[in-house]
């Protein structure tokens, strides 16, 4: 178990840019692709953090430019529910102990993510999905841009 830098002020730890790396790979480790770039999260009233990541994806042959957004309602200290850019739900984080768990069921396929804050300027994700149409991990690291 990897211990983490307590989060106990989301906003104040997430606003701002954060540069990116995700690596992606098949079960037995094999690179399957990458993405690299930048991620914004910003402030919005209510208690809403905007999550807008930006930049390049290599998947197999294909490589251009890619994006999404998350929206981070912050429901206590380092805690919020995380909201995809449609509306739907996507998973809880909580970040006070600065390691956080979770599961995300997407149709038949199982996601399972980590969260690990290192320190007040990087933190990385890891999501394992398993099932029938999906097995690979994708591991990404952030680290504060200026």
Do not use: N
């Amino acid at each position: 178990m990897t211990a983490g830098f307590a989060v106990e002020d989301l906003p104040g730890f997430f606003v701002g840019r954060w540069g990116l790396r995700r690596g992606i790979v098949d079960d037995a480790g094999a690179r399957l692709g990458g993405f690299e770039g930048e991620a914004v999260f910003s402030a919005e009233p209510d208690g809403l953090l905007v999550y807008r990541e930006r930049g390049v994806l290599e998947l197999g042959a294909h490589r251009g430019s890619a994006q999404r957004t998350l929206h981070y309602r912050v429901t206590g200290p380092g805690r919020a529910s995380v909201f995809f850019d449609y509306g739907g739900f996507f998973h809880d984080l909580d970040l006070r102990s600065g390691r956080w768990c979770v599961e995300h069921p997407c149709r038949a396929d199982s996601y399972r993510g980590e969260f690990v804050v290192v320190g007040a300027d990087s933190w990385w994700q890891r999501w394992r999905v398993s099932g029938p149409a999906k097995a690979h991990t994708l591991t990404t690291d952030f680290e504060r841009v200026g």
